[in-house]
């Protein structure tokens, strides 16, 4: 895998981490969810990715580094389902599902990439084909995600809540190289994730990666057993997903015309 090819695997690693550490914290704070609760995950994977001019001072030295950092995971993130789409993995989709449709996912991100910063993220936007116009029917979507997260840390931040993370690789013979992708990066670790995350904890969480289990999810939460599940094998679709597109779709587009 070449560089760009592994901050994918690894970007959707920290957006699948967001999503469900977004289940924990709505499990948690005892937070009403008035719509499906999967939209909420996906509405804070993405706003907690998003460092705008207004953080500026609240990074200080680190704003520059950290926006570089985080706007690339979400704009990886973003492409999770912008590949799904254009590679027709999504063609056999549940519309009655949990989640909502892959397409749906899409747009829904960059309506709130667009909101957060449209100057930053033009060049992403223009590369996926994305209608400006379009676009800003959604910009102010953003800064509600935002003021209603911004609004439950304050109303946790003061409670005395002091859970800590820790993280867990389980050896895995099948999957070693993601295990060691993972592992290496020290992502996870980042000021901006486990090192020192922005909402408080109530309980310690642990985060394990491991091989499948029982559940045959990919990734999931367990509030009551403070944990964060993440597969090997949903590591190992992130690099399939990226290397069919970029390896194998794009070329047959090029083919073709």
Same mark, same amino acid.
Request: aromatic fraction near 18%.
């Given at each position: 895998m070449d560089g760009l090819h592994k901050r994918f695997v690894i970007s959707n690693v920290v957006g699948t981490f967001l999503h469900e550490m977004a289940h924990m914290l709505i499990s948690d704070? %005892?937070?009403?969810?008035f719509g499906r609760e999967e939209d909420a995950c996906d509405e804070f994977q993405n706003y907690y990715l998003l460092i705008d001019e207004g953080d500026r001072d609240f990074y200080g030295k680190n704003f520059e580094n950290f926006r570089k950092v985080s706007h690339e995971i979400v704009t990886d993130n973003a492409d999770y389902y912008f590949y799904t789409r254009m590679l027709e993995y999504d063609? =056999? $989709? =549940?519309?009655? #599902?949990?989640?909502?449709?892959?397409? +749906?996912?899409?747009?829904?991100a960059i309506s709130i990439i667009y #909101?957060? %910063? =449209?100057?930053?993220? @033009?060049?992403?936007?223009?590369?996926?084909?994305?209608? &400006? !116009?379009?676009?800003? !029917? #959604?910009?102010?979507?953003y800064y509600t995600i935002r003021m209603n997260w911004e609004k439950i840390r304050n109303e946790n931040i003061n409670k005395g809540y002091d859970g800590k993370?820790?993280?867990?690789y389980n050896k895995t013979k099948k999957f070693e190289k /993601?295990?060691?992708?993972?592992?290496? +990066?020290?992502? *996870?670790?980042? !000021? *901006?994730?486990t090192g020192?995350? /922005?909402?408080? &904890?109530?309980?310690?969480?642990? @985060? @394990?990666?491991? $091989?499948? %289990?029982?559940? #045959?999810l990919p990734a999931y939460c367990a509030p009551k057993e403070?944990? @964060?599940?993440?597969s090997y =094998?949903?590591?190992s679709y992130f690099d399939k997903l990226y290397s069919e597109y970029n390896l194998g779709h794009k070329h047959e587009e090029k083919k073709r015309n």
């Open positions: 704070y %005892d937070i009403p969810i063609s =056999n $989709e =549940n519309p009655f #599902g949990y989640h909502p449709m892959t397409v +749906s996912r899409f747009f829904h #909101g957060a %910063d =449209n100057n930053y993220f @033009i060049k992403y936007l223009e590369s996926r084909s994305i209608s &400006l !116009e379009a676009a800003k !029917e #959604g910009q102010n979507k993370f820790s993280i867990v /993601y295990k060691n992708l993972i592992e290496n +990066s020290e992502i *996870l670790n980042h !000021e *901006l994730f020192n995350f /922005y909402f408080p &904890l109530k309980k310690d969480i642990k @985060i @394990i990666f491991d $091989e499948e %289990d029982d559940t #045959g403070r944990k @964060i599940f993440i =094998n949903y590591m």
